[in-house]
Protein backbone atom coordinates (compact mmCIF):
# COMPACT_ATOMS: atom_id res chain seq x y z
CA UNK A 1 0.00 0.00 0.00
CA UNK A 2 1.32 3.68 -0.82
CA UNK A 3 -0.34 5.16 2.04
CA UNK A 4 -1.58 2.24 4.81
CA UNK A 5 -2.37 5.23 7.34
CA UNK A 6 -5.48 6.23 5.26
CA UNK A 7 -5.83 3.19 3.24
CA UNK A 8 -6.43 0.71 6.07
CA UNK A 9 -8.09 3.62 8.33
CA UNK A 10 -10.97 1.80 10.82
CA UNK A 11 -14.12 2.68 9.23
CA UNK A 12 -14.64 5.11 12.19
CA UNK A 13 -12.18 7.02 11.84
CA UNK A 14 -12.40 7.11 8.31
CA UNK A 15 -16.52 8.89 8.74
CA UNK A 16 -14.86 11.31 11.26
CA UNK A 17 -12.17 12.40 8.59
CA UNK A 18 -14.89 12.51 6.25
CA UNK A 19 -17.49 14.78 8.28
CA UNK A 20 -14.32 16.99 9.01
CA UNK A 21 -13.67 17.12 5.63
CA UNK A 22 -17.33 17.58 4.93
CA UNK A 23 -17.77 20.70 7.08
CA UNK A 24 -14.44 22.04 5.21
CA UNK A 25 -15.39 21.62 1.76
CA UNK A 26 -19.62 22.43 1.86
CA UNK A 27 -18.17 25.65 3.88
CA UNK A 28 -15.83 26.49 1.25
CA UNK A 29 -17.80 26.09 -1.57
CA UNK A 30 -20.51 28.22 -0.18
CA UNK A 31 -18.05 31.24 0.67
CA UNK A 32 -16.77 30.84 -2.99
CA UNK A 33 -19.16 29.71 -5.20
CA UNK A 34 -22.45 31.42 -5.89
CA UNK A 35 -23.85 28.37 -7.49
CA UNK A 36 -23.21 26.35 -4.71
CA UNK A 37 -24.84 29.39 -2.31
CA UNK A 38 -28.09 29.54 -4.44
CA UNK A 39 -28.94 25.64 -4.33
CA UNK A 40 -27.75 25.57 -0.39
CA UNK A 41 -30.22 28.32 0.30
CA UNK A 42 -32.60 27.26 -2.48
CA UNK A 43 -32.86 23.71 -0.41
CA UNK A 44 -32.82 25.51 3.13
CA UNK A 45 -29.55 23.43 3.71
CA UNK A 46 -26.72 24.71 6.09
CA UNK A 47 -23.06 24.40 5.41
CA UNK A 48 -22.46 23.22 8.62
CA UNK A 49 -23.38 19.64 8.83
CA UNK A 50 -23.38 17.87 12.10
CA UNK A 51 -23.62 14.58 10.69
CA UNK A 52 -22.94 12.17 7.20
CA UNK A 53 -26.72 11.73 7.38
CA UNK A 54 -27.53 15.10 7.41
CA UNK A 55 -26.09 15.37 3.97
CA UNK A 56 -28.45 13.32 1.91
CA UNK A 57 -30.79 16.45 1.67
CA UNK A 58 -28.13 18.70 -0.02
CA UNK A 59 -28.97 19.27 -3.76
CA UNK A 60 -26.98 17.35 -6.47
CA UNK A 61 -24.77 18.69 -8.76
CA UNK A 62 -25.04 18.01 -12.79
CA UNK A 63 -23.09 18.69 -15.79
CA UNK A 64 -25.33 21.48 -17.09
CA UNK A 65 -24.42 23.00 -13.90
CA UNK A 66 -20.94 22.87 -14.92
CA UNK A 67 -21.62 23.72 -18.44
CA UNK A 68 -23.39 26.94 -17.51
CA UNK A 69 -20.78 27.68 -15.09
CA UNK A 70 -18.04 27.53 -17.61
CA UNK A 71 -15.34 27.91 -18.10
CA UNK A 72 -14.13 29.20 -14.24
CA UNK A 73 -17.78 29.76 -12.92
CA UNK A 74 -17.64 26.94 -10.52
CA UNK A 75 -13.85 27.34 -8.95
CA UNK A 76 -13.31 27.71 -5.34
CA UNK A 77 -10.16 28.89 -5.07
CA UNK A 78 -8.72 32.40 -6.59
CA UNK A 79 -7.77 31.90 -9.86
CA UNK A 80 -3.79 32.62 -9.19
CA UNK A 81 -3.82 29.72 -7.41
CA UNK A 82 -4.67 27.28 -10.08
CA UNK A 83 -1.60 26.30 -11.27
CA UNK A 84 -3.50 23.31 -14.27
CA UNK A 85 -7.08 22.84 -16.46
CA UNK A 86 -8.04 20.00 -17.49
CA UNK A 87 -11.32 18.91 -19.08
CA UNK A 88 -13.13 16.05 -19.70
CA UNK A 89 -12.99 14.38 -22.97
CA UNK A 90 -16.33 15.47 -24.51
CA UNK A 91 -16.02 18.07 -26.96
CA UNK A 92 -18.00 20.84 -28.78
CA UNK A 93 -21.15 21.72 -26.67
CA UNK A 94 -19.98 19.15 -23.88
CA UNK A 95 -17.06 20.64 -22.48
CA UNK A 96 -16.25 21.34 -19.04
CA UNK A 97 -13.10 22.68 -17.37
CA UNK A 98 -11.77 21.36 -13.98
CA UNK A 99 -8.72 24.04 -12.30
CA UNK A 100 -6.61 22.44 -10.18
CA UNK A 101 -4.41 24.28 -7.22
CA UNK A 102 -0.90 22.88 -6.31
CA UNK A 103 -2.28 21.21 -3.07
CA UNK A 104 -4.68 19.02 -5.87
CA UNK A 105 -2.22 18.08 -7.48
CA UNK A 106 -0.30 16.75 -4.99
CA UNK A 107 -2.91 14.88 -3.85
CA UNK A 108 -3.54 13.46 -7.17
CA UNK A 109 -0.11 12.45 -7.59
CA UNK A 110 -0.84 10.42 -4.33
CA UNK A 111 -4.11 8.97 -5.23
CA UNK A 112 -2.28 7.62 -8.28
CA UNK A 113 0.70 6.24 -6.78
CA UNK A 114 -2.28 4.52 -4.73
CA UNK A 115 -3.71 3.61 -7.82
CA UNK A 116 -0.58 1.73 -9.21
CA UNK A 117 0.41 0.35 -5.65
CA UNK A 118 -2.86 -1.53 -5.39
CA UNK A 119 -1.51 -3.21 -8.97
CA UNK A 120 0.98 -4.09 -7.54
CA UNK A 121 3.38 -1.82 -8.72
CA UNK A 122 6.82 -0.23 -6.79
CA UNK A 123 9.52 2.04 -7.68
CA UNK A 124 11.21 -1.36 -9.40
CA UNK A 125 8.71 -0.79 -11.58
CA UNK A 126 8.49 0.87 -15.18
CA UNK A 127 5.32 2.36 -16.24
CA UNK A 128 4.62 3.40 -19.90
CA UNK A 129 1.66 5.94 -19.89
CA UNK A 130 0.24 5.08 -23.48
CA UNK A 131 -3.17 7.23 -22.26
CA UNK A 132 -3.14 10.58 -24.20
CA UNK A 133 -1.23 13.53 -22.60
CA UNK A 134 -3.05 16.87 -23.09
CA UNK A 135 -6.69 18.40 -21.72
CA UNK A 136 -7.52 14.44 -21.30
CA UNK A 137 -6.60 13.41 -17.50
CA UNK A 138 -5.42 10.20 -18.27
CA UNK A 139 -1.61 10.68 -19.42
CA UNK A 140 -0.57 13.30 -16.98
CA UNK A 141 -2.76 12.03 -14.03
CA UNK A 142 -1.04 8.10 -14.29
CA UNK A 143 2.34 10.10 -15.09
CA UNK A 144 2.68 12.13 -11.86
CA UNK A 145 1.18 8.98 -9.64
CA UNK A 146 3.98 6.87 -11.39
CA UNK A 147 6.78 9.54 -10.53
CA UNK A 148 5.71 10.16 -6.84
CA UNK A 149 5.78 6.23 -6.74
CA UNK A 150 9.51 6.26 -7.64
CA UNK A 151 8.71 4.36 -10.44
CA UNK A 152 10.10 5.02 -14.35
CA UNK A 153 7.70 6.71 -16.31
CA UNK A 154 7.56 6.61 -19.97
CA UNK A 155 5.32 9.46 -21.22
CA UNK A 156 4.97 8.11 -24.66
CA UNK A 157 1.44 9.03 -24.55
CA UNK A 158 -1.04 7.05 -27.12
CA UNK A 159 -0.84 6.07 -30.81
CA UNK A 160 1.96 5.05 -33.22
CA UNK A 161 1.43 1.28 -32.04
CA UNK A 162 4.57 -0.15 -33.21
CA UNK A 163 6.68 2.29 -31.13
CA UNK A 164 4.68 1.22 -28.65
CA UNK A 165 5.50 -2.64 -28.80
CA UNK A 166 9.08 -1.47 -29.42
CA UNK A 167 9.17 0.79 -26.51
CA UNK A 168 7.71 -1.79 -24.47
CA UNK A 169 10.25 -4.17 -25.69
CA UNK A 170 13.44 -2.07 -25.31
CA UNK A 171 12.37 -0.45 -22.22
CA UNK A 172 11.28 -3.41 -20.01
CA UNK A 173 8.07 -1.97 -19.68
CA UNK A 174 6.50 -3.88 -16.28
CA UNK A 175 3.32 -1.66 -16.14
CA UNK A 176 1.19 -0.54 -19.09
CA UNK A 177 -1.19 2.25 -18.75
CA UNK A 178 -3.98 2.80 -21.72
CA UNK A 179 -7.21 1.97 -22.39
CA UNK A 180 -8.22 -1.49 -22.36
CA UNK A 181 -9.41 -1.80 -26.08
CA UNK A 182 -5.93 0.28 -26.83
CA UNK A 183 -4.54 -2.91 -24.75
CA UNK A 184 -6.01 -5.54 -27.28
CA UNK A 185 -4.84 -3.74 -29.81
CA UNK A 186 -0.72 -3.22 -28.72
CA UNK A 187 -1.31 -7.20 -28.15
CA UNK A 188 -2.18 -7.62 -31.62
CA UNK A 189 0.07 -5.47 -33.12
CA UNK A 190 2.87 -7.25 -31.10
CA UNK A 191 1.80 -10.33 -32.90
CA UNK A 192 1.55 -9.19 -36.37
CA UNK A 193 5.50 -7.80 -35.84
CA UNK A 194 6.05 -11.25 -34.72
CA UNK A 195 6.44 -10.78 -30.94
CA UNK A 196 5.13 -12.85 -28.20
CA UNK A 197 4.64 -10.04 -25.34
CA UNK A 198 4.08 -12.70 -23.23
CA UNK A 199 7.98 -13.42 -23.07
CA UNK A 200 8.07 -9.48 -21.96
CA UNK A 201 8.56 -8.45 -18.38
CA UNK A 202 5.35 -7.09 -18.45
CA UNK A 203 3.25 -7.81 -15.12
CA UNK A 204 0.29 -5.63 -14.80
CA UNK A 205 -2.21 -3.12 -16.94
CA UNK A 206 -3.65 -0.26 -15.33
CA UNK A 207 -6.87 -0.08 -17.83
CA UNK A 208 -10.03 2.18 -18.02
CA UNK A 209 -11.51 5.29 -18.75
CA UNK A 210 -13.93 3.44 -20.90
CA UNK A 211 -16.54 0.13 -20.55
CA UNK A 212 -14.91 -3.30 -20.38
CA UNK A 213 -16.04 -6.71 -19.48
CA UNK A 214 -14.40 -9.45 -17.39
CA UNK A 215 -14.23 -11.74 -20.68
CA UNK A 216 -12.12 -8.63 -21.94
CA UNK A 217 -9.93 -8.82 -19.14
CA UNK A 218 -9.22 -12.14 -19.12
CA UNK A 219 -8.20 -12.33 -23.24
CA UNK A 220 -6.00 -9.03 -22.97
CA UNK A 221 -4.13 -11.22 -19.99
CA UNK A 222 -3.87 -14.55 -21.70
CA UNK A 223 -2.59 -12.61 -25.08
CA UNK A 224 -0.09 -10.17 -22.48
CA UNK A 225 0.69 -12.43 -19.71
CA UNK A 226 -0.23 -9.69 -16.88
CA UNK A 227 -2.94 -8.63 -14.53
CA UNK A 228 -5.18 -6.81 -15.97
CA UNK A 229 -6.53 -4.33 -13.43
CA UNK A 230 -9.64 -1.92 -13.82
CA UNK A 231 -9.31 1.83 -12.70
CA UNK A 232 -11.87 4.21 -12.63
CA UNK A 233 -12.06 7.92 -12.51
CA UNK A 234 -13.67 10.83 -14.38
CA UNK A 235 -12.02 14.81 -14.67
CA UNK A 236 -15.07 16.40 -13.06
CA UNK A 237 -14.60 14.55 -10.03
CA UNK A 238 -10.53 14.29 -10.70
CA UNK A 239 -9.36 12.35 -13.29
CA UNK A 240 -8.13 8.89 -12.78
CA UNK A 241 -7.54 7.91 -9.37
CA UNK A 242 -10.79 8.27 -8.02
CA UNK A 243 -10.95 4.27 -7.85
CA UNK A 244 -9.31 1.24 -8.58
CA UNK A 245 -8.93 -2.40 -8.18
CA UNK A 246 -6.59 -4.12 -5.99
CA UNK A 247 -5.02 -7.57 -6.95
CA UNK A 248 -8.28 -9.57 -5.69
CA UNK A 249 -9.74 -7.97 -8.99
CA UNK A 250 -13.19 -8.07 -7.35
CA UNK A 251 -14.34 -4.66 -7.59
CA UNK A 252 -12.69 -1.20 -7.23
CA UNK A 253 -12.06 0.39 -4.08
CA UNK A 254 -13.00 4.03 -3.24
CA UNK A 255 -10.38 6.49 -1.85
CA UNK A 256 -12.79 7.74 0.59
CA UNK A 257 -10.97 9.74 2.63
CA UNK A 258 -11.15 12.05 -0.54
CA UNK A 259 -14.65 11.12 -2.23
CA UNK A 260 -18.13 10.61 -0.66
CA UNK A 261 -19.23 7.57 -2.87
CA UNK A 262 -23.39 7.27 -2.78
CA UNK A 263 -25.12 5.21 -4.94
CA UNK A 264 -28.86 6.36 -5.74
CA UNK A 265 -32.04 5.74 -7.76
CA UNK A 266 -32.06 7.76 -10.82
CA UNK A 267 -35.87 8.15 -10.10
CA UNK A 268 -36.20 9.06 -7.06
CA UNK A 269 -32.63 10.10 -6.89
CA UNK A 270 -33.02 8.04 -3.33
CA UNK A 271 -30.25 6.08 -1.74
CA UNK A 272 -29.99 2.42 -2.60
CA UNK A 273 -28.81 -0.09 -0.20
CA UNK A 274 -25.19 -1.74 -0.44
CA UNK A 275 -25.50 -4.00 -3.57
CA UNK A 276 -28.04 -2.75 -5.01
CA UNK A 277 -27.44 -0.89 -8.78
CA UNK A 278 -27.72 2.78 -9.00
CA UNK A 279 -26.35 5.77 -10.35
CA UNK A 280 -22.68 6.66 -8.55
CA UNK A 281 -22.92 10.11 -7.26
CA UNK A 282 -19.65 11.94 -5.82
CA UNK A 283 -18.58 14.57 -3.22
CA UNK A 284 -14.92 15.40 -3.39
CA UNK A 285 -13.58 15.80 0.23
CA UNK A 286 -10.09 17.73 -0.65
CA UNK A 287 -10.36 19.33 -3.99
CA UNK A 288 -9.50 23.19 -3.52
CA UNK A 289 -9.76 24.05 -6.89
CA UNK A 290 -13.07 22.20 -8.32
CA UNK A 291 -14.61 20.64 -5.33
CA UNK A 292 -18.33 18.87 -6.29
CA UNK A 293 -21.20 18.09 -3.94
CA UNK A 294 -23.47 15.20 -4.85
CA UNK A 295 -22.09 14.92 -8.81
CA UNK A 296 -24.74 13.31 -10.19
CA UNK A 297 -22.13 11.11 -12.85
CA UNK A 298 -24.24 9.01 -14.86
CA UNK A 299 -22.42 5.93 -14.23
CA UNK A 300 -24.02 2.78 -12.85
CA UNK A 301 -22.45 0.50 -10.32
CA UNK A 302 -23.06 -0.54 -7.01
CA UNK A 303 -21.49 -1.28 -3.55
CA UNK A 304 -20.29 -4.46 -3.31
CA UNK A 305 -20.82 -5.47 0.46
CA UNK A 306 -17.95 -7.20 2.34
CA UNK A 307 -14.37 -7.22 3.52
CA UNK A 308 -11.07 -7.07 1.17
CA UNK A 309 -9.18 -9.70 2.02
CA UNK A 310 -5.90 -7.37 0.30
CA UNK A 311 -6.31 -5.18 3.66
CA UNK A 312 -7.50 -2.09 2.44
CA UNK A 313 -10.76 -0.72 4.79
CA UNK A 314 -11.89 1.27 1.34
CA UNK A 315 -15.37 0.08 0.58
CA UNK A 316 -15.16 -1.45 -3.25
CA UNK A 317 -17.56 -0.38 -6.02
CA UNK A 318 -18.15 -2.86 -8.75
CA UNK A 319 -17.17 -2.29 -12.16
CA UNK A 320 -19.29 0.72 -14.06
CA UNK A 321 -21.66 -1.50 -15.95
CA UNK A 322 -23.41 1.26 -17.88
CA UNK A 323 -24.69 4.65 -18.11
CA UNK A 324 -27.96 6.26 -17.36
CA UNK A 325 -27.35 8.56 -20.37
CA UNK A 326 -26.77 7.40 -24.07
CA UNK A 327 -23.26 8.96 -24.07
CA UNK A 328 -20.46 6.76 -26.04
CA UNK A 329 -17.26 6.59 -25.27
CA UNK A 330 -15.46 6.57 -28.51
CA UNK A 331 -11.77 5.32 -28.27
CA UNK A 332 -11.64 7.52 -25.20
CA UNK A 333 -13.75 10.10 -26.38
CA UNK A 334 -16.51 11.03 -24.47
CA UNK A 335 -19.48 11.87 -27.66
CA UNK A 336 -23.46 12.25 -26.92
CA UNK A 337 -25.07 11.32 -30.50
CA UNK A 338 -26.85 14.34 -29.86
CA UNK A 339 -23.58 16.29 -30.78
CA UNK A 340 -23.71 13.97 -34.00
CA UNK A 341 -26.98 15.33 -35.10
CA UNK A 342 -26.28 19.32 -34.15
CA UNK A 343 -23.20 18.81 -36.92
CA UNK A 344 -25.23 16.45 -39.59
CA UNK A 345 -27.92 19.48 -38.92
CA UNK A 346 -25.00 21.77 -40.41
CA UNK A 347 -24.09 19.77 -43.73
CA UNK A 348 -26.21 20.25 -46.73
CA UNK A 349 -26.81 17.60 -48.71
CA UNK A 350 -28.09 15.21 -45.72
CA UNK A 351 -31.22 14.99 -43.53
CA UNK A 352 -31.42 14.69 -40.14
CA UNK A 353 -32.11 10.96 -39.60
CA UNK A 354 -28.99 8.94 -38.46
CA UNK A 355 -28.17 5.85 -36.78
CA UNK A 356 -24.40 5.51 -34.96
CA UNK A 357 -24.11 1.79 -35.11
CA UNK A 358 -21.84 -0.14 -33.36
CA UNK A 359 -19.91 -3.13 -34.18
CA UNK A 360 -16.91 -5.13 -33.48
CA UNK A 361 -13.84 -5.43 -36.19
CA UNK A 362 -11.47 -7.78 -34.72
CA UNK A 363 -11.08 -7.23 -30.80
CA UNK A 364 -11.48 -3.18 -31.39
CA UNK A 365 -15.20 -1.68 -31.25
CA UNK A 366 -15.89 -0.43 -34.28
CA UNK A 367 -18.22 3.04 -35.09
CA UNK A 368 -20.22 3.68 -37.96
CA UNK A 369 -22.33 6.80 -38.40
CA UNK A 370 -25.33 5.80 -40.62
CA UNK A 371 -27.23 9.04 -42.47
CA UNK A 372 -29.70 9.58 -45.04
CA UNK A 373 -29.16 11.71 -48.14
CA UNK A 374 -31.00 14.59 -48.43
CA UNK A 375 -34.36 13.64 -50.59
CA UNK A 376 -33.59 14.89 -54.14
CA UNK A 377 -30.17 13.67 -54.07
CA UNK A 378 -29.46 11.28 -57.16
CA UNK A 379 -28.04 8.29 -55.96
CA UNK A 380 -25.93 7.42 -59.35
CA UNK A 381 -23.78 10.67 -58.81
CA UNK A 382 -20.87 8.13 -57.14
CA UNK A 383 -18.52 11.27 -57.02
CA UNK A 384 -20.57 13.48 -55.97
CA UNK A 385 -21.78 11.20 -53.09
CA UNK A 386 -18.33 10.51 -52.02
CA UNK A 387 -17.29 14.04 -51.71
CA UNK A 388 -20.36 14.21 -49.37
CA UNK A 389 -19.64 11.18 -47.22
CA UNK A 390 -15.92 12.85 -47.27
CA UNK A 391 -17.63 16.02 -45.87
CA UNK A 392 -19.28 15.00 -43.20
CA UNK A 393 -16.81 12.91 -41.38
CA UNK A 394 -14.64 16.07 -41.96
CA UNK A 395 -17.10 17.59 -40.05
CA UNK A 396 -17.70 15.27 -37.40
CA UNK A 397 -14.31 14.83 -36.93
CA UNK A 398 -13.93 18.49 -36.72
CA UNK A 399 -16.45 19.32 -34.07
CA UNK A 400 -15.81 16.00 -31.85
CA UNK A 401 -11.93 15.40 -32.15
CA UNK A 402 -12.70 11.81 -32.98
CA UNK A 403 -12.64 10.08 -36.19
CA UNK A 404 -16.04 8.18 -37.08
CA UNK A 405 -16.56 6.20 -40.29
CA UNK A 406 -19.76 7.62 -42.22
CA UNK A 407 -22.43 5.34 -44.28
CA UNK A 408 -24.70 7.59 -46.85
CA UNK A 409 -28.11 5.63 -47.01
CA UNK A 410 -31.28 6.41 -49.45
CA UNK A 411 -33.77 8.76 -48.20
CA UNK A 412 -35.94 7.38 -45.54
CA UNK A 413 -34.36 4.11 -45.10
CA UNK A 414 -33.58 4.62 -41.24
CA UNK A 415 -36.69 3.41 -39.31
CA UNK A 416 -38.89 6.26 -38.14
CA UNK A 417 -39.77 5.57 -34.43
CA UNK A 418 -42.76 7.28 -33.04
CA UNK A 419 -41.60 7.59 -29.64
CA UNK A 420 -37.96 7.98 -29.11
CA UNK A 421 -35.88 7.85 -31.91
CA UNK A 422 -33.60 4.81 -31.37
CA UNK A 423 -30.31 6.38 -32.60
CA UNK A 424 -27.45 4.31 -31.02
CA UNK A 425 -27.62 0.14 -32.42
CA UNK A 426 -25.60 -2.12 -30.55
CA UNK A 427 -24.60 -4.78 -32.68
CA UNK A 428 -21.57 -6.14 -30.36
CA UNK A 429 -23.05 -8.38 -28.69
CA UNK A 430 -24.43 -10.52 -31.71
CA UNK A 431 -21.43 -10.82 -32.66
CA UNK A 432 -20.45 -12.32 -29.63
CA UNK A 433 -17.29 -9.78 -29.29
CA UNK A 434 -15.75 -9.74 -25.55
O1 LIG B 1 -11.83 8.88 -18.47
C1 LIG B 1 -10.57 9.52 -16.49
C2 LIG B 1 -9.75 8.28 -16.59
C3 LIG B 1 -8.55 8.30 -17.28
C4 LIG B 1 -10.14 7.13 -15.94
C5 LIG B 1 -7.77 7.17 -17.34
C6 LIG B 1 -9.36 5.99 -15.98
C7 LIG B 1 -8.19 6.01 -16.68
P1 LIG B 1 -13.38 11.46 -18.48
O2 LIG B 1 -12.77 11.65 -19.83
O3 LIG B 1 -13.96 12.63 -17.80
O4 LIG B 1 -12.31 10.88 -17.48
O5 LIG B 1 -14.50 10.32 -18.65
C8 LIG B 1 -15.17 9.86 -17.52
O6 LIG B 1 -15.43 7.66 -18.49
O7 LIG B 1 -17.86 8.91 -16.21
C9 LIG B 1 -17.16 6.77 -17.17
O8 LIG B 1 -18.35 6.83 -17.93
C10 LIG B 1 -16.00 6.43 -18.10
N1 LIG B 1 -15.00 5.62 -17.38
C11 LIG B 1 -13.85 6.01 -16.81
N2 LIG B 1 -13.20 4.94 -16.27
C12 LIG B 1 -13.97 3.85 -16.52
C13 LIG B 1 -13.88 2.46 -16.20
C14 LIG B 1 -11.62 9.70 -17.59
N3 LIG B 1 -12.83 1.94 -15.56
C15 LIG B 1 -16.14 8.75 -17.88
N4 LIG B 1 -14.90 1.65 -16.58
C16 LIG B 1 -16.77 8.15 -16.66
C17 LIG B 1 -15.98 2.14 -17.24
C18 LIG B 1 -15.13 4.29 -17.21
N5 LIG B 1 -16.12 3.44 -17.57
Known sequence: MFQPEYEAMSRDDLASLQLERLRDVLRRVYDNVPLYRKKFDDAGVSPDVTSLEDFASFPFTVKDDMRSAYPYGMFAAPLRDIVRVHSSSGTTGQITVVGYTQVDIDNWADLMARTIACAGGTPDDVVQVTYGYGLFTGGLGVHYGSERLGAITIPISGGNTKRQVQVMKDFGTTILACTPSYALLIAETAQDMGMDVRDLPLKAGIFGAEP??????????????????????????????????????????????????????PETLQPVPDGEPGEVVFTTLTKQGIPVIRYRTRDVSRIIPGVCPCGRTFRKMERV??????????????????????????????????????????????????????????????????????????????????????????????????????????????????
Not at 226 to 250: F, H, K, M, R
Not at 390 to 407: C, F, H, T, Y
Request: glycine letters at 8%; one cysteine or more; a negative charge.
Open 321 to 434: TGRTDDMLIIRGVNVFPSQIEQVLAGVTGVAPHYQVVLSKRGSMDHVEVHVEVAPDTDFDEVRELETLRRRVGAEIASALAVNIDVKLVEPKSIARSEGKAKRVIDLRDEQGGV
Open 212 to 265: WSDNMRRQIEELMGLTAIDIYGLSEVLGPGVASECLEQNGLHVNEDHFLIEIID
